[in-house]
């Protein structure tokens, strides 16, 4: 079956740090880019970061450009986010998904595997 | 970057009826669309991609269409489990967008 299970969400204070954990099975994780795609509570969808295959490609939204770090081990199947400086603007419920096509060196992507999601809240 | 516009933001249905939401790019996309299903405290499902091309397992009541700037989503005989929020996306460019959702509620 293929799945992905996010974790390492919680409640931490601004300007804190928080590392973000999704793994991957079912498929072959390295022949696919993988992203983070987020959703505040009660709002829409906002992609975050993707990461390609090989990680030669990666992207980040403004919103999080400079704080938010996407990352691979291809040997875990394992996706990361490493979200620095975390603010109240950042409080959300964060997918990890898969890449509808395979060996893109882009990250410009369809997501067609989606995570359960785990919550991150940023509160004092 | 790219602003997707989705209407109507939100409709209401009865089983039976086709819909169709359109989605409006600000800028042509080249067919790089797709279609998402979120039902309430779930994960979105793809249900569409390259404008019109079915996500398999997909019930091919949902169809796709449209170019350049304008989409289309259309579910030609809504079914119970139908009634959920839909999002267009569009992937021609980095960072990819979303629209901003369309309720489909029960009539």
């Known amino acids: 079956e293929v799945q992905l299970v996010e974790s390492g969400g919680g409640l931490v204070q601004p300007g804190r740090s928080l590392r973000l954990s999704c793994a991957a099975s079912g498929f072959t994780f390295d022949d696919y880019a993988m992203h983070w795609v987020r959703q505040a509570p009660g709002k829409g969808l906002e992609w975050v970061s993707g990461?390609?295959?090989?990680?030669?490609?990666?992207g980040y939204a403004d919103s999080v450009k400079g704080r938010f770090t996407i990352s691979r081990d291809n040997a875990k199947n394992s996706l990361y986010l490493q979200m620095n400086s975390l603010r109240a603007e950042d409080t959300a419920l964060y997918y990890c998904?898969?890449?509808?096509?395979?060996?893109?060196?882009?990250?410009?992507?369809?997501?067609?595997?989606w995570g359960q999601g785990t919550m991150v809240t940023v509160s004092s | 970057d790219i602003q997707m516009t989705q209407s109507p933001s939100s409709l209401s249905a009865s089983v039976g009826d086709r819909v169709t939401i359109t989605c409006r790019a600000s800028q042509g996309i080249s067919n790089s669309l797709a279609w998402y299903q979120q039902k309430p405290g779930k994960a979105p499902k793809l249900l569409l991609y390259?404008?019109?091309r079915l996500e398999s397992g997909v019930p091919s009541r949902f169809s796709g269409s449209g170019s350049g700037t304008d989409y289309t989503l259309t579910i030609s005989s809504l079914q119970p489990e139908d009634f959920a929020t839909y999002y267009c996306q569009q992937y021609y460019s980095t960072p990819q967008t979303f629209g901003q959702g369309t309720k489909v509620e029960i009539k």
């Open positions: 998904a898969k890449a509808e096509a395979p060996i893109a060196d882009s990250v410009s992507d369809a997501f067609d595997i």
């Open positions: 990461i390609s295959w090989n990680s030669g490609s990666i």
């Open positions: 390259a404008a019109s």
